[in-house]
């Protein structure tokens, strides 16, 4: 798993038949930050399928992730915490106030966000639609 492409297909696979975990790994897709990152990356774990043995898959393992993030194992600005705990709440993974957590978001970040939510609502223009005015 080297490559950054690989492991978001990878993690992608992983996530496959689970709307919140594909969701919140969109998210850390779009935002872009996480996911390239050597500290972050070693929390994400390859086996084989379950379903399919000669299909590999990533899984992140989140509580590894926020406890990193919590003891500064993970430096970060405000935005990019915010980002990464959004996303493990979409994977089910943290509690959130969803009202602080979004109206602190600048233009780029909630795109970002309702982006990767969108199209497991049924709402695939929302973004394009709304945001772009």
Excluded: K
């Excluded at 969803?98 to 795109?111: K, N």
């Amino acid at each position: 798993m080297t490559s950054p492409a690989a492991r978001l297909e990878l993690l992608h696979v992983g996530a496959a038949g689970l709307p919140t975990e594909q969701a919140a790994i969109g998210l850390l897709a779009a935002h872009a930050h996480w996911l390239d990152r050597p500290d972050f990356i070693r929390h994400i774990a390859t086996s084989r399928s379950a379903l399919d043995p000669e299909r590999e898959i990533a899984v992140l393992d989140w509580p590894a992730a926020l406890a990193a993030l919590d003891t500064g194992g993970l430096p970060s600005s405000a935005s990019e915490r915010r980002m990464l705990r959004l996303a493990a709440s979409l994977a089910d993974q943290a509690e959130i106030r969803l009202g602080d957590a979004v109206t602190s978001l600048d233009y780029t970040t909630s795109r970002i966000f309702i982006n990767a939510i969108a199209p497991h609502c049924r709402l695939p223009n929302v973004v394009e639609t709304t945001l772009s005015s």
